[in-house]
């Protein structure tokens, strides 16, 4: 079921969470809400389960397939919600917290003793529970009761499935495993989902597209390919993944990172100012010797080889800390030892002018 | 030879541990005697004095009419008072807990307002407004209805000092239980009710259980507002502490002491009770929180 959101403000007391968002997403589509805490990422999910109520504005809509659902009933909206707390009911069995949604039907909705229990196992199946029916919660690990509350919120069958950080409360390796298992779940199931997270691996990896938010605002809408090659603002490029900020300065239309020459995107042919420079730590390039190309010096602090790529630590003449990630082979040639000079050239770089310079 | 080393070392970092004998000795005899002479002497003396001529003696202590009319009076009162509290307890605690509203802090103050409050003064409100000379006197004659010196106040006395119990026990838990299992139960299409009976209620039972025997003990054991507003008609609106009181001014310390071992035994069944209701929320705590770490 798609899913339309059109125009949504909601403050708490003078704190504005969200500022006008407006959102679509596709029917079957795994979108997924990324920004650090504050953002308002979470907000938004309440409000289109029906948890919070946007604030009275003459253009706002929620609408699922088209209908509006602002008036709809918490309880009809058919929304799967899973909480970052699991929020089972501690006091139910396993068996008993996924067939709860079944059970509080009115009587002439509500499926035949034997169709629930035969629901509920199969949705246990699903999510790989099989065995734990009669347990507690208590007695389940944090990555088990998350897939509980999954299988829970999938008895209702749900036209839309929201999951508020669901991973957040497990190590990280349970997380990859989960993410992963989500994944392969929803291109089973296909249910329209929308997952909220601020870890930026778990956005790019599990989603069909990324909504990245700052301060109650949409800043990027894309493919997680689109959002993090192609950022937008210097925030989502901030906020995804490493990168090295730099000064720079703007004249006769190009930007001047100490005197390397770099594109600025844009209009910015005239006048002068500044503008920041974010440079990823793979695309810098580390030379030993000035090879004609502009490049900036600066001194090796640390090398930490262990990983798949050797991160090297450097010092810029101007006294900033440089990240440059190289392959392990490249820092084999090169042979590199803290305190040797080198120079570094960008491949790429994105230039952000701030709007309020000219 | 290196498990010699750490034998000998956790040896000795044990006995750095223990205390001196005579510094065990002084907090042991000063623990065990304070709870002696204020605890088990007195309701040791309780039974003594009511035994003191025998068993037949102290049965018949019950079989005055006026004892037995304490005893029913005690009941009654109980039986309206508890039930009432612990609906108020329930509503008032689901209110602050799981919502935001204006005038809550003041809400709360309100419940503590009992604690605070010596009972005789309470009795004494209630005489100020329902007394023949009170706020309420004349509406209340004119209708033929009798508050003080009745049963009615009693109740309404009892209903007072003992409403913070059912709240005081539930507000802290519901408010650390949070709204998630609600608005989860809400998301799967449960009624409000529904949600109460099948999601609020069943994680409150043990602590709700507790406050209702706190309130009952309370509710039977009340005096000083129940003193007031009862007017100490024998046979008629003297409920069993009242009795006591009348039994041990009469002289008749055997009946009085018998009467009052009933309280006794009901503050000792109180204290099992609540023991053990302390043991059922302990095994039921562990599941509230998550675990952020795999098991």
């Given amino acids: 079921m798609s899913i339309e959101i059109n125009r949504i403000h909601k403050s708490f007391g003078a704190y504005q969470a969200l500022k006008d968002v407006s959102l679509n997403i596709r029917d079957g589509e795994l979108v997924t809400l990324l920004g650090p805490s504050g953002s308002g990422k979470t907000t938004l999910l309440r409000v289109i389960a029906g948890l919070e109520e946007p604030d009275a504005h003459p253009e706002t809509a929620i609408r699922f397939h088209g209908e509006d659902v602002r008036e709809t009933q918490i309880g009809s909206r058919q929304v799967g919600f899973v909480f970052q707390h699991y929020a089972l009911f501690r006091h139910m069995s396993v068996f008993e917290n996924v067939a709860f ?7 002439r909705q509500r499926p035949s003793k034997l169709a629930i229990n035969s629901r509920v196992h199969e949705l246990l199946k699903l999510v790989q529970l099989d065995g734990l029916a009669g347990r507690y919660p208590s007695q389940l690990s944090g990555g088990q009761r998350q897939r509980v509350a999954l299988a829970r919120a999938l008895a209702i069958e749900p036209k839309v499935l929201l999951l508020d950080e669901p991973f957040g409360a497990l190590d990280a390796k349970v997380r990859q495993g989960l993410r992963e298992w989500l994944r392969r779940l929803h291109d089973e199931i296909h249910v329209t989902t929308i997952l909220v997270t601020h870890d930026q691996e778990e956005a790019l990896e599990v989603a069909d597209r990324v909504v990245v938010m700052n301060a109650g605002r949409v800043e990027q809408d894309g493919t997680p390919e689109d959002v993090f090659h192609r950022p937008q603002s210097e925030f989502v490029m901030d906020f995804l993944g490493r990168v090295n900020v730099f000064h720079a300065r703007i004249e006769d239309g190009r930007a001047w990172w100490d005197n390397v020459p770099l594109d600025v995107p844009g209009r910015f042919d005239h006048g002068q100012g500044q503008a920041h420079v974010y440079i990823r730590p793979h695309e810098l390039e580390i ?18 080889p262990a990983g798949a790529v050797a991160k090297v630590g450097l010092m810029s003449a101007a006294g900033r800390d440089i990240h440059v990630d190289i392959p392990l082979e490249r820092l084999e040639v090169l042979a590199l030892r803290p305190g040797d000079r080198v120079y570094l050239s960008p491949r790429k770089a994105r230039v952000f002018v701030p709007e309020y310079v000219i | 030879m290196a498990t010699a080393i750490s034998t000998s070392a956790s040896g000795h970092s044990r006995a750095a541990l223990r205390e001196p004998l005579w510094v065990k000795a002084i907090v042991f005899t000063l623990g065990i005697g304070f709870l002696s002479l204020f605890l088990v002497l007195p309701l040791v003396a309780v039974f003594t004095e009511a035994l003191r001529e025998g068993l037949h003696a102290y049965f018949a202590s019950f079989r005055d009419p006026a004892a037995l009319s304490a005893i029913r009076l005690t009941l009654v009162a109980t039986a309206i008072s508890v039930p009432l509290n612990l609906v108020f307890g329930l509503a008032a605690s689901w209110a602050i807990a799981k919502f935001e509203f204006r005038g809550k802090s003041v809400l709360i103050t309100l419940i503590d307002l009992p604690f605070a409050v010596s009972p005789v003064i309470s009795g004494l409100i209630f005489v100020l407004m329902f007394g023949l000379q009170g706020w309420l006197g004349p509406w209340l004659r004119a209708h033929d209805i009798q508050v003080i010196f009745a049963v009615p106040g009693i109740v309404l006395a009892t209903v007072f000092v003992t409403f913070p119990f059912v709240a005081r026990e539930l507000i802290p838990l519901m408010q650390e239980q949070g709204n998630d299992e609600e608005q989860a139960a809400l998301l799967l299409g449960a009624s409000g009710w529904q949600t109460f009976w099948r999601v609020t209620l069943p994680n409150v039972k043990w602590a709700l259980l507790y406050g209702v025997i706190l309130s009952v003990a309370r509710a039977m054991g009340e005096f000083g507002a129940v003193s007031v507003v009862s007017g100490h008609v024998r046979g008629k609106t003297n409920t069993v502490p009242l009795h006591v009181e009348i039994l041990y001014n009469e002289y008749n310390f055997v009946a ?40």
């Fill in chain 1, 101 to 107: 949604g079944l059970r509080v039907r009115p009587r």
């Fill in chain 1, 287 to 304: 030379e030993l010797q000035r090879n004609g190309h502009p490049a900036i010096e600066a001194n090796v602090t640390r090398i930490n």
């Fill in chain 2, 256 to 295: 009085a002491f018998a009467v009052a071992s009933l309280l006794a035994l009901l503050a000792l069944a109180t204290l099992a009770l609540k023991t053990a209701l302390e043991w059922k929320i302990q095994a039921a705590r562990p599941s509230l929180e998550p675990t952020a770490v795999e098991g």
